[in-house]
């Protein structure tokens, strides 16, 4: 198991930029793949983007493509989320997520280990 805090979120007008922030402890940070999740008053939890254990390999959903960059870096236990031309529709509790192994996962059924979320509001 691997405890998640994610940081970062906060209210930024369009076209604005974050950096989302998720710090793990416990198990090696290194063994777990790793995803951002989003999710929208009255909507289900959505995938956002996906990284492996090594940062060799990154996918996103086309909604995000070309805007965020997810990264990780093992030696710090951290994996991020630069969001870029923030629009109103972005806005969401965003989650980090956590999932032993070597794959890329973008289902939210198949992760272990959830943070706690943080707030990213986009005004117009």
């Known amino acids: 198991q691997v405890q998640l805090v994610e940081s970062g979120g906060g209210l930024v007008q369009t076209g604005g930029s974050l950096r989302l922030s998720c710090a793990a402890s416990?198990?090696?940070?290194?063994?777990?793949?790793m995803g951002w999740f989003r999710q929208a008053p009255g909507k289900e939890r959505e995938f956002v983007a996906a990284?492996?254990?090594?940062?060799?390999?990154?996918y996103y959903a086309d909604s995000v493509k070309g805007r965020f960059t997810i990264s990780r870096d093992n030696a710090k236990k951290a994996a991020y989320l630069q969001m870029n031309s923030l629009q109103p529709e972005d806005t969401a509790v965003y989650y980090c997520?956590?999932?032993?192994?070597?794959?890329?996962?973008?289902?939210?059924?198949?992760?272990?280990?959830w943070g706690q979320g943080t707030q990213v509001t986009v005004s117009s």
């Open positions: 416990g198990r090696t940070f290194s063994n777990y793949a």
């Open positions: 997520a956590a999932k032993s192994g070597s794959a890329i996962y973008i289902r939210t059924s198949v992760y272990d280990d």
């Open positions: 990284i492996t254990r090594t940062g060799g390999s990154t």
